[in-house]
């Protein structure tokens, strides 16, 4: 198309629909058409991002972002005008369309199949989900910092976006039904080793493979199993006392997990009334150790 006329995607159509705006388009490489959209931009980089800021993920630095603006905002001024930027904003807020009640997603969807391995392939890269899921339709719904994976209209998987090429990114959680019924799986499941999963873990399941064979594998995994009621750091945590402790059982590292969370059953104590008030009254009678020689001695004394 020609000039300010454009052909518009679908997707950025549905963005207009969602928050009923309309779109007027620049020409080509013309700049000064839009002249305090690219000083702007030049400003907040110089002032809110320099220095570089230290942040670990896109919400973060976009929450820092919001206190910049916020704060620039309360002290500058309007062109032309003695008022700062929060005060004219408070009276245009009048006159706008509420916010839908949901966000825009701005993502890009694709349909897929889930493999036998339990995982979904977008650009590449092999995403875990839940092992019931397996074969089954999904959409993959890929934002900029993260991919969801959903399946009847629920979110069945979240993960980080990988930008890297032909890697597996799985969760170990995924597995675990299926490690229950295949506890010597777990020598070679890849889940495994994946960075969310502690150093201990590993080394505390070949301790027990090593000391009890396959019991010790269905033993690890039914205490692993736990940690979707307490999280992978106190799962680590409790393996770590465990291993000093030379703890290779599961009644003992779930007795370990009982104590670090403080769910620990304490003995019921006697009512009054059952408490006897004179324990020397109790005797404990020896047995008589000559009845047993009457026996080995035919029947006599």
Not at 66 to 86: G, S
């Amino acid at each position: 198309m020609q000039g300010r006329d454009r052909l518009e995607q679908e997707s950025f159509l549905t963005l207009q629909a969602h928050y009923l705006f309309h779109a007027e388009y620049c020409n080509v490489r013309k700049g000064n058409e839009k002249g305090r959209v690219e000083k702007l931009v030049g400003t907040v980089r110089r002032r809110a991002l320099v220095p570089l800021p230290d942040v670990q993920s896109m919400d973060e630095l976009n929450e820092l972002l919001h206190v910049w603006c916020e704060t620039n905002a309360q002290e500058d001024l309007v062109p032309h005008r003695q008022e700062t930027i929060a005060a004219v904003f408070e009276r245009e807020k009048a006159v706008l369309h509420a916010l839908p009640p949901k966000a825009f997603e701005a993502c890009r969807m694709r349909s897929g199949n889930v493999s036998k391995m339990s995982t979904v392939t977008f650009e590449t890269n092999a995403y875990s989900v839940p092992s019931q899921y397996v074969l089954q339709r999904i959409f993959v719904k890929a934002f900029v910092d993260e991919v969801h994976i959903v399946a009847q209209n629920d979110v069945i998987a979240r993960h980080k976006r990988c930008n890297g090429r032909d890697q597996m990114i799985l969760v170990l959680d995924h597995y675990l039904d299926v490690l229950v019924k295949k506890p010597r799986a777990i020598r070679d499941a890849q889940a495994m080793y994946a960075t969310d999963i502690p150093e201990i873990v590993r080394q505390f399941q070949r301790e027990m493979r090593t000391r009890h064979g396959a019991q010790g594998d269905r033993s690890f995994i039914r205490f692993l199993l736990l940690y979707r009621e307490v999280g992978m750091s106190m799962i680590a945590s409790v393996l770590t006392q465990a291993h000093a402790l030379q703890i290779l059982h599961f009644d003992g590292l779930h007795d370990l997990l009982l104590r670090q969370t403080g769910k620990t059953n304490s003995t019921p104590s006697l009512s009054n009334d059952k408490v006897p008030t004179d324990l020397h009254a109790y005797r404990v009678h020896k047995t008589d150790l000559t009845r047993y020689n009457a026996l080995t001695s035919g029947g006599a004394e």
